[in-house]
Nanobody, 119 residues
Framework: QVQLVESGGGLVQAGGSLRLSCAAS????????MGWYRQAPEKQRELVAV???????NYADSVKGRFTISRDSAKNTVYLQMNSLKPEDTAVYYC?????????????WGQGTQVTVSS
């Protein structure tokens, strides 16, 4: 089993920045990808960013150039640096981890952290 614990959400004005963290614990050696999903009210959950064990990254078009995913392997932690935030970025952000590189169907989820961007 793998446990994911997120932190770093909050309220920020448009144009501001936030950094989310996701600490993984448990049986993590076989994981091949970690990343972030988000879900806004009345919308489907969407993949925001992925990072693989090889360091490859992928982003949703809506966040490219504004968000950066990174990891600290020594701390088993993945980060999402969010800059130039927009009100449409408001959502609950979920950390996800999986055995498949695409992270299209994660095997593990965090509890979620709220990000609210005011206009």
């Amino acid at each position: 089993q793998v446990q994911l614990v997120e932190s770093g959400g909050g309220l920020v004005q448009a144009g501001g920045s936030l950094r989310l963290s996701c600490a993984a614990s448990g049986t993590i050696l076989r994981l091949n990808a970690m990343g972030w999903y988000r879900q806004a009210p009345e919308k489907q959950r969407e993949l925001v960013a992925v990072i693989t064990t090889g360091g490859s990254t992928n982003y949703a078009d809506s966040v490219k150039g504004r968000f950066t995913i990174s990891r600290d392997s020594a701390k088993n932690t993945v980060y999402l640096q969010m800059n130039s935030l927009k009100p449409e970025d408001t959502a609950v952000y979920y950390c996800a981890a999986g055995y498949r590189y695409s992270l299209g169907h994660p095997d593990y989820w965090g509890q979620g952290t709220q990000v609210t961007v005011s206009s």
